[in-house]
């Protein structure tokens, strides 16, 4: 482990930016956890909360807001190329994506920092189906991200409803039985308001 994290300090140092070392420190944290936490199913959020609205530029150059995914289930994971546990989760989350396609949800990566061109290179290796925006500025802290990789799921009606803290397997069958059941829930809590 100490090889990894020296690795990852220097790609650090590599691409400094402002909140980087903020972001080593919560990276460094997330390691020190380890893999014991990397299975568990999401924790609801108690009490829930409305999730921050952001405008963040997306791969392509053009703006992306959380509004714009108003009235289904999000996914928003906060990831980043340097983080190996956040690299390794990539494909699971795009499996999770295209498993839920029709279903009113989607996932949304939120790159931590400025890297564009390193995202975009990244991409180009592992693709991805959905959406990725960059938080150049680290904007977002008031999400609460305390390591990453960090997901949060979102109502349809913005509200953060869980949060996951850690790589998951989002493609296995307990993970697709999770969403399902927490979109079943919603739905029929919605058709008795």
Same mark, same amino acid.
């Not at 930016?17 to 980087?20: D, I, N, S």
């Given at each position: 482990? *100490? +090889?990894l994290k020296d690795s990852i300090m220097r790609e650090i140092k590599k691409s400094f @930016?402002? %909140? *980087?070392l903020v972001i080593a420190v919560l990276l460094l944290v997330q390691l020190v956890q380890g893999p014991a936490l990397a299975r568990e199913e999401m924790n609801a959020i108690k009490p829930v909360v409305t999730a921050t609205e952001f405008t963040l530029m997306s791969i392509d150059g053009g703006d992306i807001k959380l509004s714009d995914y #108003? %009235? &289904?289930f999000v996914l928003v994971n906060f990831w980043a190329t340097w983080c190996p546990p956040c690299v390794k989760e990539m494909p =699971? +989350?795009?499996n999770l994506h295209k498993h839920f396609a029709s279903a009113n949800f989607k996932v949304l990566g939120v790159h931590a920092g400025p890297a564009l061109v390193t995202v975009k290179t990244f991409l180009e290796k592992h693709p991805v189906d959905f959406d990725i925006v960059i938080d150049k500025k680290m904007g +977002?802290? =008031?999400w609460g991200v305390t390591g990453l990789p960090?997901? @949060?799921l979102v109502s349809p009606e913005g509200k953060i409803i869980y949060k996951a803290v850690g790589e998951r397997e989002?493609?296995?069958d307990k993970m697709y039985e999770f969403i &399902? #059941?927490?979109m079943t829930k919603h739905k029929q809590l919605a058709s008795i308001h």
């Open positions: 482990m *100490g +090889l @930016f402002p %909140g *980087g #108003a %009235g &289904q =699971s +989350l795009d +977002l802290s =008031s960090t997901t @949060f989002w493609d296995s &399902q #059941a927490v």
